[in-house]
């Protein structure tokens, strides 16, 4: 059992979690090694609204019409940190 988290954007109805095989729940999110941090940051530099939210205060219902944008997100942050 953990609390997950993901970042959302109400404005753009987007979301991202962190990418397949990275941590999703504390501490293993803050680990200098996953990507996620660096992907919201990213992210909001280009003029998005990502805020942090958890699963047990803010769930996106599964039927809303938010956009995961999950690996879209992580190519991008991929091929700009080629390291």
């Known amino acids: ?3 997950y988290y993901y970042a959302v954007d109400q404005y753009a109805k987007k979301y991202f979690s962190p990418p397949k095989d990275f941590a999703n729940k ?3 999110i803050f680990h200098p090694e996953n990507p996620f941090p660096g992907m919201v940051v990213m992210m909001n530099i280009r003029g998005y609204h990502f805020n942090i939210w958890n699963d047990c205060a803010n769930d996106i219902p599964p039927d809303s019409d938010y956009e995961d944008v999950t690996e879209i997100v992580y190519k991008e942050y991929l091929e ?3 390291d």
């Open 80 to 82: 700009m940190f080629k």
């Open 1 to 3: 059992m953990g609390i």
């Open 26 to 28: 504390n501490p293993g």
